[in-house]
Structure formats: C-alpha cells, structure tokens
C-alpha cells in the first residue's frame, strides 16, 4: 500500500474485506498499517486492529508476518501501553493453542513421529520414505491436519519468546511463555524442539549477562541481581531441567544443571532457597546414576538428603527412613576397586568433565572417596540408624566383617529384600502422584507445579541391587584369595548364589576383574577349579593383617579393662552396675581358665601331630604293599614267558 491509511480506515476496510470472505486482503491491509513507520504513537485503535490481525494471522498461519508486526507494534507501546501489548501477546498465545488442540481433537490419534517440526515435509526425501512406509490414509490424513498447527505453535512460542528476551515489564510473561513451550515439548514428546528452546534461553540469558557486564542496558533491561528476577529465572531452569530427565535427554539436563548451578551461586545468600537446592541436587543424582557415575550420584544424593532433613521439617519417618536407605545403598553400591588413572595420562577432556563434575556438588578439590563419604554417612551422620530394618547390618557385613564363607548367608536376605522393596513403595508413588494431580491447576502447570514442590521423589531400591551385587561377589574374590590359593568351581558357585541373575554369569564377572588387575585369579575348567594369585607383595598382605589383628586385640583389651563411662563418670545405675561386675567376673574367669585352655589345645596339637604320622605310616604301608604285588606279578609274567621263548 503506496499511501498512508489512517488506522480507523483500515480496520473498517479489513472488516469490509472479511465481510466478503478476502481474508488474504485484509491480513494484507491491516499488516500494511501496523508496519507503517507513520504510526509512532500509541492509540487504542491499533490495539483493536492488533486484535483483529492476531486472529488472521493464527487462522491463515502467518506467523512470519505476524513476527514484523508485532515488533513494530511492541515500539510503539512498550513505554506508554505496556499492558495493550501483554494483551496481544496472550491472545496469540490462547489462539494458537486452541488451534493446535482443535487439529488434534480432529486427528484419530496423536501424532507424535515427526522428528523436526521445522523441517520442510515437501522435500523429494520425505515424500519417497513416506511412500516406502507405506502410510495409511487415516495416518496421512491425521499428519496433514496436526503437523502445520504443530508447527505453527512452535513459531509462536519463539516469536513470542525473541519478541519478550529483555523487557523487564513483560519479565513474568516471557518465562510462563518459555513453561508452555516446555509443557508443548513434554506434551508431544517434541526433543529436537526441546534443545532449540534450551539453547534459546540459554543464548538469551547469556546475551543479559554481556549486557550488565558491559553495562549497556535501558530503562526496560532485566536485572539479574532482583532477587524477582533470580527467583523466575530459577523456576523456569527447574521446569526446563524436569522436562529433560522426562524425555531422557540426560546430556540437556546436564547442560541445564550447569545453568542452574551459575543461577545459584550468583543468588547463593539473596533468594536461593531451601527446594531450589533439594530440586537441584535430586535432579543431579538422577543424571549422574544415568551416566553411571554412582560416586558422583551417591555425594549429590547424601546433598540431598541434608538439604531435606535440614530444611523440610514435614518430613514423615517414611520419607527419612526410604531417603536415608538410598543415600546408604548409593554409597555401597559404588566400586571399592574402582581403576584410578594416573593425571599424566588422564585427557584434557575427561580432566574437564571431572572439574565440572566436582564443581557442580561444591567439591571443586575434588570428590572424597567412597571410603570417605561411608565414614561420613556411618559414623558423621549415623544413617545406619535412620534406614529400614532389613538394611541396618549391609555396612557391617559389605565393609568390616571378614567371612568369605558366609558372607552369602548374610546378604542374601538383605538382596531379596531390596529385590522385593518396589511393590513396598509403588503405593506410596501413587498417592504422592495423586497428590500432586489434585493439587495442579490445569495441564499447563502441571510441570511448575510438580517442580516447585519440595516433596522426595520415593521410588524402589531395585536399581541399587545389581551395583550391590558386583560388590558383594567383588568382596567374596577379595576374602577367599587372602584364605584360599585353590578352591572347587562348585563351592565357589554356592557362595555365590546370592546373584538375582543366577550363577551362570560369573564367569565374566572374574574376567572383569582380571582384566582391571585387582584380583589375580586363574580359571582352570579341567581341574574344576579357581587358582588365586597374589598379586600385592607378601610383606604388604602380612602387614595389613598384623594390623587389623592388632585392632582387633586393641579393642578386646578396650572391652575388658575400661570401666564404662557415663558423662565422663562411672556408671552409678545400680542394675547396670550390677551387669558391669558380672561381665567382669566373666573376664576374671576366662582370663583365670587360657592356662587350661592352653593345656588343652597343647594335648590337642600332639593328637592331630599323631594322627597324621599314623595315617601317613598307613599310607606308606599301603603303598610299600602295592609295590610288592606289583613286583610278584612281575615276576611271575617273566617266569611264564620263559617256558615258551626255549
């Protein structure tokens, strides 16, 4: 349109337009009066023409056009009609979804397999591999209804979102944009358009940081240090770190944990609070056991468990009971021998993964060991009393008891426990599910909501047996090579049967762990038997259990001789002290009977010295016999051959 229209005149020519059914026409002729550079100031008029033009443009799907005249439009109102452009904004977004609902509602089912909804469908590819699928027309016909409103509301949550990156005034309504388009995204399974979202408010947020840096922002510019402005920035990232673990894209949630992590120590003592720790380190471990990384799950999962016992004081005993019995099978699960690389040959990527890794659980030293983080849980924090029954002695029989022979007696009650444990929680599951459906507010809160809450995610112990089980067959190779040099297959394969999925796996189990040189270990399938070889120096093994018979005879000497302290004083209870003198009288009396008992095993090792000569004398008789009747035989065959040979 060459010449200037004033708005009033257009909008009553756009309206004679639809009355005659040119909708085209009057998309165009309203477009051209939007766009017009003469339109610098803001009247009420352009907001109804706004209106009218959203309504086109969602109808004929033109959101290209639709991104011109809204920028321009935006220019215009921003200062002085900041809630004429919150409108359009809104009704955009209301009329898009309703189109793309009403598409789908058409469709027999929902289509869910186009794998890029900016990828043009007409190109020669497409059509061929359409044809060779061999697609029915019901399939087609529900593709060509959905796919474009798909698209189109694509389009329009990034329009929306480039339009509304930096203006303080629309701050809320930019990131309950970015929470529907992650709800679109969870909703049709969309992951290619879930990382382009990501990477949009990723560059966005980066591009706000540039800006307060080089200090070259306006009266509408966030600012990143309003504790407002942190606290949705926070909300949305939780939102965006929740959809990704849901569609398993776990290297997208990594990159939003990065982002949240920033988020929070920029905040950390101004708005970071107690749940935005506990989401965050909940999500971390989730990542990390993915990437089966269970140190790096079990230090972000024993965070967790801080956090909420700290802070979230609705906790039931259930809840710190279920967390508490993870945090401690996440910590045992974990390799005791796990291969360590020497930093001369580690590489710089897998050094930097490691950095980040420490960084992001608040160790930027570097993670303590599982060694470490058990001494912690145990003997720091006393998580052993706080975890279900069943599991209170998995620490003691996995870590400190030595009894290669009956380690598999011990623990295998506690492994069918845990094996058994998912129907125990599964109830539990779905009530906290019908809890939080109750509790949201329609579909597209769903995903806020069940971010925001600082509630546990109870799920099973399950997952934990099969690390649990490499460590306890790990822990039975470790205690029989130390007491056996050979042992029968057979009996090998009885203490092992603690394994879920059967005996028949070890095999490659021993590999593992031949392979990774931490046992040294021979299978020799003609003897039917497994050869131990010491690999450590024999002046390592004597000294390791010289000391640990050295505790052991330090503790004894401990339990006997000290007086039992209460507040630093003896024990004045008068049942109790009457137990302490019986228990010493105990002592007095084993202490008064080890030179008859000494006696005694003397007599006994000179019956066991008898015993064997006199079965080692038998033996040689035995065999000094066989010897002569060999020798007779022999004797009388030469005798025999004689007569005939002359």
Not at 66 to 83: E, G, R
Not at 419 to 447: F, L, R, V
Not at 613 to 642: S, T
């Amino acid at each position: 349109m060459n010449t200037y229209v004033k708005p009033e005149s257009a909008l009553k020519r756009a309206d004679e337009l639809l009355a005659v059914g040119e909708k085209q026409l009057a998309h165009q002729t309203l477009h051209d009066v939007i766009t017009n550079r003469r339109n610098k100031a803001w009247q009420k008029v352009l907001e109804d023409i706004m209106i009218r033009y959203v309504t086109l443009s969602v109808e004929l799907r033109r959101g290209k056009q639709f991104k011109d005249a809204l920028h321009q439009y935006k220019n215009v109102s921003q200062t002085v009609a900041i809630a004429s452009l919150e409108t359009v904004i809104k009704e955009f977004i209301k009329l898009s979804e309703r189109a793309a609902g009403d598409a789908q509602s058409k469709a027999k089912k929902v289509v869910l397999d186009i794998e890029d909804l900016e990828e043009d469908e007409e190109r020669p590819e497409s059509l061929i591999l359409s044809a060779v699928a061999g697609e029915d027309s019901q399939s087609r016909a529900d593709r060509e209804i959905v796919t474009p409103w798909l698209k189109f509301l694509w389009e329009t949550y990034r329009i929306v979102l480039e339009v509304l990156r930096n203006n303080s005034k629309l701050e809320s309504l930019y990131h309950e944009t970015a929470q529907q388009a992650f709800n679109f995204c969870s909703k049709y399974q969309r992951k290619v358009e879930f990382r382009r979202l990501s990477e949009i408010l990723r560059t966005h947020l980066s591009t706000l940081k540039l800006q307060q840096q080089n200090a070259t922002t306006n009266a509408q510019s966030i600012n990143l240090s309003s504790p407002q402005t942190m606290e949705v920035h926070l909300e949305t990232r939780f939102t965006q770190l929740f959809v990704a673990t849901q569609l398993e894209l776990y290297q997208e949630a990594f990159r939003s944990v990065q982002d949240i992590h920033g988020l929070l120590t920029i905040g950390a003592g101004k708005v970071t609070k107690p749940q935005h720790w506990a989401n965050y380190y909940e999500k971390l471990a989730q990542i990390f056991w993915v990437s089966h990384n269970y140190l790096a799950h079990a230090h972000a999962l024993y965070k967790y468990y801080s956090v909420s016992r700290t802070y979230n004081k609705s906790l039931s005993n259930d809840d710190i009971q279920l967390i508490a019995s993870k945090v401690l099978l996440a910590a045992l699960a974990v390799s005791p021998v796990s291969p360590k690389i020497d930093d001369f040959f580690e590489l710089d990527a897998q050094r930097e993964r490691t950095s980040i890794v420490n960084t992001l659980l608040g160790f930027p030293g570097g993670l303590p060991t599982r060694e470490q983080l058990i001494q912690e849980l145990v003997v720091g924090k006393k998580v052993p009393s706080f975890v279900f029954p069943q599991l209170k002695d998995i620490h003691v029989t996995l870590e400190k008891r030595f009894h290669p022979l009956q380690i598999c007696q011990r623990i295998k009650p506690v492994f069918e426990f845990i094996a058994k444990s998912e129907s125990n929680t599964s109830s539990n599951d779905e009530n906290n599910n019908n809890n939080n459906n109750n509790n949201d507010n329609g579909e597209g809160s769903s995903i806020a909501s069940s971010v925001s809450k600082f509630t546990i995610q109870t799920s099973s112990l399950k997952p934990y047996l099969e690390p649990l089980e490499k460590v306890a067959f790990l822990r039975v190779l470790q205690q029989l090579s130390q007491v056996y040099e050979t042992i029968k297959i057979g009996e090998f394969t009885k203490l092992i049967n603690f394994l879920s999925y059967g005996t028949s796996s070890w095999e490659s189990m021993v590999v593992e762990v031949i392979r990774k040189k931490h046992i040294g270990i021979r299978i020799d399938h003609q003897q039917g038997a497994l050869h131990f070889a010491n690999l450590s120096l024999d002046s390592e093994r004597v000294r390791e259990r010289l000391t640990k018979l050295g505790n052991s005879l330090l503790e004894a000497d401990t339990m006997i001789h000290t007086p039992r302290l209460v507040g630093g004083k003896p024990e004045k209870d008068p049942e109790v002290a009457v137990k302490a003198k019986t228990k010493s009288d105990v002592f007095v009396k084993i202490i008064n009977a080890l030179a008859d008992e000494h006696r005694r095993l003397l007599a006994r090792k000179v019956i066991i010295e008898f015993t064997k000569v006199y079965y080692e004398n038998l033996e040689k008789a035995k065999a000094l016999e066989k010897e002569e009747e060999r020798g007779k035989k022999r004797k009388a065959k030469v005798a025999a051959e004689r007569p005939s040979q002359e």
